[in-house]
């Protein structure tokens, strides 16, 4: 804020505050994803259960941050740029507080997997999560220095975390075909990598966010592919 | 002086605000008139603000701690900038000094931003706004980049002055990691050749004797085949791991990347026959990229041979030097083919994945190529992009950051 300070120093003292605490949103959320997935491979329950827990915490900050923006706006009356950071944080946080979801819903499957552990399945999980935490990594990083133009990659990268999402579905209906008694653990992990593809997309949502904050113009939606669900149902 | 070029700056802010607001108001004449003036009304009041502040409160922002009181004294942002490892001097939640190597580590953002914004990680954040500013110190594993482990230490400078130091142990960690991924993967790769080759050698001695020359001939090809296969297998192993030992490094020479692209076909011409396919296009008066020659090289016969090998043997292979935007060069090379199943691309970049394992080591392929691409590609900050089409063929897009916009960057830092 050194470039653009304003005469009221409280109101950059605010709108810091208030981009402090989504940060610190995001840090909780990128970790949970990160230890949700940990605590997949090695069915590790306590951790799965810390993570659970933690989940709270980036509740409670969505309702802190929610509550100054409201009070920035209501005082301050904040125009242009000012206008737009605030409702960036007000989104953003409240698309955060939505992956803190998804990975508490990981977390939560943690206990019911114990026997897939070799499966292959398992084995591109781990790439899947490591290419949405880079997507969430970068979203994040693009809000913190309000940068327009890493938020472009990020939503450029969504499309990675899609072809991961298919190959895995494909192999996890191959693998259910193949061990009829592992179906219920194989549509858990169907959801995991449900789970972790909605995150890349709201990873996207934050980016497009951060390209409205700092340029004030929408990022056109990126151009789509053709539909994953139209090719699986021609072969299935 | 500083101080009137800070309000102009203000009033150009305030009034394509003003301007800005007007337009999103609806842009009839009146509005924007109005947005002006607004404008107009915004700068003198913040001039105002500003002349008022000066005199009667003195420099606000300035003033945080202790600018060189004294000439024989070194200035803190001098002693701090002496410093390797990122150092971040903070005042409450704010962070007011950041060395060199914190801006390179963290972003140019970081100075006046709360330090949340600064270091995203929860178990910073808990120290960092603990109440009391106490010190102490955490490791923190993921900031920046999921491989990296930072040590962050805080150290207590006064009632709400704290020095905040980061320290780098990622090498460690990369080298505790490789050993492991080595015993893992390497172990079960190499147990299948050499499995052939005793299983050879036990042939040889038994059953046909010494006198059977044209089975010992065969046989013996076999077994140099898979030798060399092996051989491939640890020399690649041992770039990769080079490679990630040097992951965090962003290599800095000046490469021209067309230069070496026609130098690695006339290479690949003169050692196989199929290299006559190729075919070279190359933009003029490219920039050069910003990186690692030998990895670079390494980088263009991996691409180019998987073209070669798994292309259509009738058709070209097509390697393209071009610049593309935002600074960057993108080589890209493509080749005309079955391609590559959907279902498999996201996961061509695995150590030992393989589309199709007999294809790959019948052509001789240690299932390392593309990991190493990959991670070379990371190393210079770039971009990898793989695009396939059933039927068509595949493109594999490379972009690396040209060498000018590097010191741009390094100039505007």
Known sequence: MATTGHTVKAFDSDLGQIRGLVSEMGGRAEAAIAASIEALARLDLDTAARIVEEDRKIDELEAEVERQVIRLIALRAPMADDLRDAVAALKISGVIERIGDYAKNIAKRVPLLAELRNSEPMAILPAMARSVSDMVRGALDAYAARDAKAAVLVQESDRHVDDFYNSLFRTLLTYMMENPTSITQSAHLLFIAKNLERIGDHATNIAEMVYFAATGDQLVDRPRGPDPYAAMAERT | ?413
Not at chain 2, 45 to 53: S, T, V
Not at chain 2, 146 to 151: F, L
Not at chain 2, 386 to 407: C, D, K, M, N, Y
Request: charged fraction near 25%; charge should be negative; proline fraction near 5%.
């Open chain 2, 1 to 413: 002086m500083e101080r009137i070029g800070f309000t102009a700056v203000m009033g150009v802010l305030a009034l394509s605000s003003g301007l800005a607001l007007a337009i999103a108001a609806g842009s009839e004449p009146l509005g924007i008139t109005a947005g002006v003036l607004g404008g107009v009304g915004l700068t003198l009041l913040l001039w105002l603000a500003r002349m008022w502040a000066s005199t009667e409160i003195g420099p606000a922002r300035d003033a945080v701690p202790a600018a060189s009181p004294s000439p024989s004294e070194p200035r803190v942002e001098d002693v701090l900038g002496a410093v390797d490892d990122p150092l971040l001097l903070v005042e409450g939640r704010q962070v007011v000094r950041a060395n060199a190597a914190a801006i390179a580590a963290l972003g140019e953002h970081v100075v006046d931003d709360d330090i949340r914004l600064a270091i995203r990680h929860p178990a910073a954040t808990e120290l960092l706004t603990r109440d009391g500013h106490a010190g102490g110190s955490v490791e923190l594993i993921g900031l920046g980049d999921a491989d990296r482990v930072w040590t962050l230490s805080v150290l207590p400078l006064g009632p709400t002055t704290r020095l905040v130091r980061l320290s780098d142990h990622s090498a460690t960690r990369a080298t505790e990691r490789m050993r492991v991924d080595f015993v893992a993967n390497a172990s079960h790769e190499l147990r299948t050749p050499l499995a052939s080759l005793i299983g050879f050698i036990e042939t040889l001695e038994d059953a046909n004797g010494p006198d059977d020359a044209t089975i010992r001939i065969r046989f013996l090809a076999i077994m140099a085949g898979e030798a060399r296969r092996m051989q491939r297998l640890v020399d690649d192993l041992i770039s990769l791991s080079r490679i990630e030992a040097d992951k965090h490094r962003a290599p800095a020479d000046a490469v021209p990347l067309g230069a070496l692209a026609r130098e690695t076909a006339d290479t690949l011409r003169g050692s196989r026959s199929d290299a006559a396919r190729i075919t070279l296009a190359i933009e003029d008066g490219l920039p050069p990229v910003s990186g690692d020659r030998a990895q670079l090289s390494q980088l263009l016969h991996n691409l180019i041979g998987n073209a070669l090998k798994y292309g259509d043997a009738a058709k070209p292979v097509r390697v393209s030097v071009a610049r593309d935007a935002g600074g960057m060069v993108r080589l890209a090379v493509a080749d005309e083919g079955d391609g590559i199943p959907p279902r498999h691309l996201p996961r061509l970049t695995e150590r030992f994945y393989r589309v199709d394992p007999g294809r790959s080591r019948a052509a001789g392929g240690t299932g390392l190529g593309l990991a190493i691409v990959k991670h070379i590609v990371e190393r210079h900050r770039g971009r990898l992009d793989i695009a396939s089409t059933q039927g068509v063929g595949t493109t594999v897009t490379v972009l690396l950051p040209a060498l000018v916009e590097a010191r741009n960057a390094a100039a505007a830092e």
